[in-house]
């Protein structure tokens, strides 16, 4: 636990990208209107969950009125909500909402992670600023030593487990599943606005994804 802990603070205190630092920081002081008297975070974003984890979710990267403004990943924005009801329902959350980071949530068999750990202009990355922040996910992988279950949230972060993983010659598609190793890769469109709005990506579709992990996991024919 140590090490994660020591990993974490790391983290909080990046500055590797001027970009995204920069654009935390204004986004943190300029807020929005609906948020206008709430103290954003405004920092860089750890992973969040059990720490012995053994299905790991990999996202793209905080929302600048999401996870920027409350300190944890997946936390009071509509994905959030996605994401947290359906591991409710699977029995991965102790709870079906994610409002605040201190509202009282417990991941429960599962960890949220993420490739980038800052807010991104129009939810792009820069390809330099992926490779500034990879390393973080892999030292965070390594030290959740129990994981065996792997839930990639879009393209990106498909590409970004590929890499941490080294798997080559296999495409994203939404609900494939395949084995790597002694892991089980589960493909998921993010469930974003732009997804979740326009029907590209159905509730029993998402529900479905956590059912399917679940099953791996606890072996439930």
Same mark, same amino acid.
């Given at each position: 636990?140590k090490?994660?802990?020591s990993?974490?603070?790391?983290?909080?205190?990046?500055?590797?990208?001027?970009?995204?630092?920069?654009?935390i920081?204004?986004v943190?002081d300029?807020?929005?209107?609906r948020f206008?008297?709430?103290?954003?975070?405004g920092?860089?974003?750890?992973?969040f969950? +059990?720490?012995h984890?053994? /299905? =790991?979710i990999i996202g793209?990267?905080?929302?600048? *009125? @999401?996870?920027?403004r409350t300190?944890?990943m997946f936390t009071?924005?509509?994905?959030?909500d996605?994401?947290v009801?359906?591991l409710?329902?699977?029995?991965?959350?102790?709870?079906?909402?994610s409002?605040r980071?201190?509202d009282?949530?417990?991941l429960?068999?599962?960890?949220?992670?993420?490739?980038?750990?800052?807010?991104?202009?129009?939810?792009?990355p820069?390809?330099?600023?992926?490779e500034?922040?990879?390393?973080?996910l892999?030292e965070?992988?390594?030290?959740?030593?129990?994981?065996?279950?792997i839930?990639?949230?879009?393209r990106?972060?498909? +590409?970004?487990?590929?890499? /941490? =993983?080294h798997?080559?010659?296999?495409n994203?598609? *939404? @609900?494939?599943s395949?084995?790597?190793q002694?892991?089980?890769?589960?493909?998921?469109?993010?469930?974003?606005?732009?997804?979740?709005?326009?029907?590209?990506?159905t509730?029993?579709q998402?529900?479905?994804?956590?059912?399917?992990a679940?099953?791996?996991?606890?072996?439930?024919?």
């Open positions: 636990m090490p994660l802990q990993l974490n603070f790391n983290i909080i205190k990046c500055k590797k990208c001027f970009r995204l630092a920069s654009y920081r204004k943190a300029e807020k929005v209107k206008n008297n709430e103290k954003y975070w920092r860089p974003l750890t992973g969950g +059990d720490f984890a053994r /299905l =790991l793209l990267a905080p929302a600048a *009125h @999401g996870g920027n300190g944890r009071g924005d509509s994905s959030g996605w994401l009801k359906a409710h329902e699977n029995g991965f959350a102790s709870q079906p909402t409002l980071a201190d009282g949530l417990r429960i068999d599962a960890y949220v992670t993420a490739p980038v750990r800052c807010a991104p202009p129009k939810n792009k820069t390809r330099e600023e992926f500034n922040c990879f390393p973080y892999i965070e992988f390594s030290l959740l030593k129990e994981v065996k279950v839930v990639c949230l879009g990106i972060a498909f +590409d970004a487990c590929c890499k /941490l =993983l798997i080559k010659g296999i994203f598609t *939404h @609900g494939k395949f084995t790597h002694y892991l089980t890769i589960i493909c998921s469109y993010h469930p974003s606005r732009q997804n979740t709005q326009t029907g590209r990506l509730w029993k998402w529900s479905m994804i956590f059912t399917k679940r099953k791996f996991l606890y072996d439930i024919k």
